[in-house]
């Protein structure tokens, strides 16, 4: 009986002292990681403002895949949410406030336990990746959440290494999502034709893609300062394009609603007379504009139709980079003409 007292009186030390620790322990935590993503700042972003997106690159319920996540109507932007419940209870996300492309504040709520604060800032590199930085907060910290962070280790051991994760899978899901392209073989079409300004220059194949990103802004500057109104996106006229020979003659192009009379010496005016075409459409990054070009000329074959000698050949840019910076939504159209 007495050693028995002498248990439940070590017992009680320990208690005691278990929470003096406990309660001297900070009333805040917070835990921050950060990335480089090899993605423009708007992709991240549009993908991290929407919660639909986020179970493919969540690393707790890549850790346990048993959780059960709940999506509302309403997942997109400032006001959206979801919600996840696992074994140790209930938890909800919500934005609260964004910057366009530049930051997301978010609050976590879980169990009964006070919200935190968690935050996205997204940094542009130079290089068109993304330093992006993910922050959760919390504050005034109840003692049972404080034992909680203690028996489990702490909050930076709790959350850091899944940040971690996320970031890591967050990068390889968007990598997987930019490469995303179809193509598509229209079939047989009118171009319509048209005036047009354009530069023409002769290169290597290997420069071709370093002078075509030169030239094409030069014709459309050209077209802005001269108050030229465009009547279409740009687009590539090939005249010449010899493998063997490794040699590209190519002029990049602004399609104009009427002649223009131009006073620079190398940007002239040209007129396309309306062709027979077969048509291509290339949804996705340029990179696979040669397999794009390969389809057309396999439907030719394949159609017993026949390519006009030194006919229009033309690529026609749907989409601007700039204003869409994830290579799968660029939209290009090839154009043959066919006898």
């Known amino acids: 009986m007495k050693a028995l007292k002498y248990v439940l009186l070590l017992l009680l030390i320990v208690i005691i002292g278990f929470s003096i620790y406990i309660a001297v322990q900070p009333n805040s935590f917070e835990v ?7 993605a423009p700042q708007s992709v991240v972003y549009n993908n991290v403002i929407d919660f639909k997106n986020w179970e493919a690159w969540n690393s707790w319920k890549d850790e346990k895949p048993e959780t059960i996540i709940t999506l509302p109507e309403k997942t997109l932007g400032i006001g959206g949410f979801y919600t996840w419940e ?15 492309n530049s930051s997301i504040s978010q609050e976590m709520q879980f169990g009964d336990f006070p919200p935190s604060d968690v935050t996205w800032d ?14 959760i907060k919390g504050e005034n910290l109840p003692f049972i959440f404080k034992a909680f962070s203690v028996v489990m280790g702490g909050m930076e051991k709790q959350i850091g290494p899944h940040f971690e994760r996320g970031l890591t899978m967050l990068d390889s899901v968007l990598q997987e999502e930019m490469k995303l392209y179809s193509i598509n073989v229209d079939g047989i079409t009118q171009h319509s034709g048209g005036y047009y300004l354009y530069k023409t220059a002769s290169c290597k194949l290997s420069e071709f893609e370093k002078n075509m990103k030169q ?14 109104t465009m009547a279409g996106p740009p687009f590539i006229l090939y005249l010449k394009w010899d493998e063997e020979n490794d040699a590209a003659i190519f002029s990049t192009c602004v399609p104009t609603n009427s002649k223009i009379i131009s006073d620079q010496s190398d940007i002239l005016t040209g ?21 794009a070009w390969e389809a057309s000329m396999k439907y030719i074959a394949d159609n017993n139709l026949e390519i006009i000698e030194n006919g229009s050949m033309l690529e026609t840019y749907l989409t601007d980079p700039v204003s869409h910076p994830n290579p799968a939504n660029w939209v290009t159209e090839i154009y043959v003409a066919i006898k």
Do not use: C, Q
């Open 271 to 291: 007129k396309l007379e309306s062709f027979r075409a077969v048509k291509t459409v290339l949804k996705g990054d340029y990179i696979n504009l040669k397999e």
């Open 32 to 38: 921050t990681r950060t990335k480089t993503i090899n």
């Open 122 to 135: 997204l940094k542009a590199n130079t290089d068109g990746s993304t330093e992006v930085t993910w922050n």
């Open 86 to 100: 696992d074994e140790d209870g209930v938890g909800t996300m919500k934005t609260i406030d964004t910057r366009e």
């Open 215 to 228: 030239m094409l802004p030069e014709v459309g500057a050209y077209a802005i300062s001269h108050n030229v």
